[in-house]
């Protein structure tokens, strides 16, 4: 891949660059603040930039969608609220959905005028997510039919603020477990559905548990077909991929250079920091290693470009990002000290965001414990490992005892 701009996608940058100067995002508190924020990003043609045209996106090319990622990232603009909808359940819908589920749902989710979340996990059903037990039975009603669902989900993202959920649930208990599972759209506004928020080691509650008591979905609102909901679910192809490695690593690159910023105030036993050659040692790898993702994401934007599609060794770039990001904030954690530690009260010299960001009120402790997540959402690193082995480097299969009754057997 040619890893120059060419001059048309440098304009482009400098246009996107001057909305941003042009559109500080103001506070950023409420529900109703955050969905107007996305709204004007949406206007401004930076949400579902790779969306189709006739479901109200963009059909902008992948590198138009990197470099808007990228700027943003660049000035520590704040993402889209709807970020589920935006990056999975959408392009799902798109590829799958009947025509009026499209018309009704998806330029709705662009807007933030709903909000989504994904009805995936379960206490006993994570990993192995096809063993899940939440059951949906079609009932007769005397007003025709509906499916009737009964279970439980558990880290349910912005499960607190959701108006529609995409539920997987078993529609068919005597097939083999990846074959009777079926995909659902949930009004998350009923009686049978009852939300608890989950209180994270951030302070803040961004899951929820989610309890369906005869909750009901009438019969349009399945997507595909019944029993085709474990094939659906593995729709990860998102129209919205492009830039979105290339984001991450100038997010990383702006905390390395604020991080650089903040050293230079902080001693330890009267040495400043940036004077211990293991410190130096340690930054000098930093930054390598986000250089490798940089190079990561290149080669997945030049695989989009040419109209192909990250498959399998996508694992190797979640993996190495997921776990890096966990390593490099306990670096930060061990430069900073205590400093790294208060969540309020830091001298504006020592904080995570320098004037020149805004919007965002993380800190070094926020993004320490936040790190955990990532290698645990969206398939553990030790799932990663095990697709990479299977599917990447085509190692043996691990032993699994429901092999044999699955298709995949
Ligand atoms: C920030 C965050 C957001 C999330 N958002 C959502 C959401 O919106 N909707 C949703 O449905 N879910 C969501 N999840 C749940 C997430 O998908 C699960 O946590 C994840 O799939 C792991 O499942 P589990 O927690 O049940 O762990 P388990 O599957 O019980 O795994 C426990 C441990 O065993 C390991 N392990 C499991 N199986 C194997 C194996 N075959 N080989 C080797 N090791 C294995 C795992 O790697 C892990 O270390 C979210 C999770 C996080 C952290």
Known sequence: ????????????????????????????????????????????????????????????????QAIVAEEMARSDVPGAINSLALGLIGPTLIVHGTEDQKQRYVKRMLTAEDIWCQLYSEPDSGSDLASLKTRAVLEAFQDGNRWVVNGQ????????????????????PDLPKHQGISYFIL???????????????????????VFFNNAVVPPENIIGQEGQGWELAQTTLGFERGGSLLARVTRHQ???????????????????????????????????????????????????????????????????????????QELMQDLLGPYGQLERGLPSELSLNSSTLRGDDSTWAYNFLWSRAGTIYAGSSEIQKNIIGERVLRLPREPRADRAATREG
Not at 33 to 45: E, I, M, N, P, V
Not at 159 to 165: M, V
Not at 188 to 209: C, D, N, W, Y
Request: aromatic share 8%; net charge neutral.
């Open 1 to 64: 891949m040619d890893l120059n701009y060419s001059v048309e996608d440098e304009r482009f940058r400098e246009k996107v660059s001057r909305w941003i100067t042009d559109h500080p995002a103001g506070p950023l508190n409420t529900l109703e603040q955050k969905k107007a924020w996305q709204r004007t990003l949406y206007d401004a043609g930076f949400v579902g930039m790779g969306w189709p045209h006739e479901y109200g996106g963009q059909d902008a090319r992948p590198m138009e």
């Open 153 to 172: 989900k558990v880290w349910t993202s912005l499960g607190p603020i959701a108006d529609y959920g995409v539920l997987l649930a078993r529609t068919n």
């Open 187 to 209: 009004d998350m506004h009923q009686p049978g559905v009852e939300v608890r928020p989950l209180k994270q080691i951030t302070g803040s509650s961004e899951f929820a548990e």
């Open 254 to 328: 702006a905390n390395l250079r604020r991080l650089f910023e903040v050293t230079q105030h902080v001693s330890r036993d009267s040495v400043p920091v940036l004077e211990d050659p293991v410190a130096r040692q340690k930054l000098g790898r930093m930054v390598v290693e986000v250089e490798v993702l940089r190079y990561a994401g290149f080669r997945i934007l030049g695989k989009l470009e040419q109209g192909k599609r990250p498959g399998s060794e996508s694992s190797i770039d979640k993996l190495y990002y997921s776990e890096m990001d966990k390593r490099h």
